[in-house]
């Protein structure tokens, strides 16, 4: 029999094989990953530095003890090239390998702006490990870093190093943090714990250009001010990597399209994680791929589950000012409700008839998050 495929050994896939041998101790299964297979949890990349972990810290579990916990073959440094839904074949370059139920769990790409410059190459993301290690030897001699988007991940960042020695820039075209996440109060609270710490904003502008300088980079912004920096990082978005399952001939629209099974357009090809889009959702979370993770191990193991969604509040980590967002569906009809102040804030957004939809709490409100999920509705009942 040939192997269940996994490609991708983020948390979307390990969870994946972790839930499937619960279930079944001995299928023959096969992990395939373009990085190093390591397992190490994505979340705390933006709020390592303080704490002053390397990339080796990080690492949960190595490769070698993965494969012998989970009895799997883990195939390292191999990217996939291309899927043949028909032949139930993979490609590693020229190498061709066959499945009998292939799992997509291949993250997402870290969005480039289309900036002009000598410098724009300069620009770092962190998506991985890897990315990580990168932008430890860049911050090695620097000072000033810029931050292009306060997003959760860019404010997360501004959090971490301000207070570890750097002057942190944050740029963002929305004119305030979080942009549409949350009502402009919380974003309001947040700013200010950050430039409590020293955090430099400038939002409502973007970035034009990025150009190098004999002593490191200068940005110009879209009001034409210029700032200089040693270090820049792109905050601003993740986009599903799509492009080896659109080559496939699978349903893409902005992530890989699944069902509430989590099988995409192909016959025993599931797709779970970062890269997908369950029922138009792309929540490029923990807790969804979780739930997703479970779903797709019983359906593997030969008990078809759809995927049911929980409320999922995220908690923001921004020590500065502790928050934590349940944001209501794009589709809900509502209004926020806002009280509290300072760093203090409850915001809950209601329907029309009264129904809780989400909320954002900071400061010492976030103490009623477990209280509050329980009123919420699950995103996918
Ligand atoms: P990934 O971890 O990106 O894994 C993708 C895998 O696919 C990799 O192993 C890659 O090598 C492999 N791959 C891709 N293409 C190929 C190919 N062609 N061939 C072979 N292998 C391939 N979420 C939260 O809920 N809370 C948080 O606090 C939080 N903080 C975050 C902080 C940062 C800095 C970032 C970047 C994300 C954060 N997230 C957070 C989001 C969360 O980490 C992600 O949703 C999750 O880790 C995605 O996991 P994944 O397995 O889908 O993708």
Redesign the pocket.
Known sequence: MHPITI???????YTVARELRKLDKNCPLRI????D?HFYS??M??NAFAQNKTPESLVITPVEQMAKQLNAEILTQ????QISPQQHTFHINEKSLEYSQLVL????DPIRLPLSGTAVDKVLS???LIDYTHFRVALWDAKRVVIMGAG??GC?FANDLQPAGFTVTLIDLAPQALGRLVPDAVGLALQQALQNLGVTLHFGKAVNSIDSTDTGYRLTLTDNSVLEADVILSAIG?RP?TE?AAAAGLSVERGIVVDRYLKTSAEDIYA????VQVEGLIL????P?MSAARAVAKTLAGQSTPVTYPAMP??V?TPACPIVVSPPATTLEGKWQVEGEGQDIRALFYTPTRQLGGFVLTGTKVAEKNALTKELPPVLA
Not at 105 to 108: F, L
Request: aromatic content about 2%.
């Open positions: 490609i991708g050994t983020g948390l979307a896939g395939i990953t373009a990085d297979g994505k979340p990349l933006s191999s990217n996939i090239t769990a291949s993250g997402a962190v998506n991985n959760l991940i997360e993740l990597r080896l779970l994680g970062d890269c490029p979370f923990v807790m791929l995220v908690v980590k």
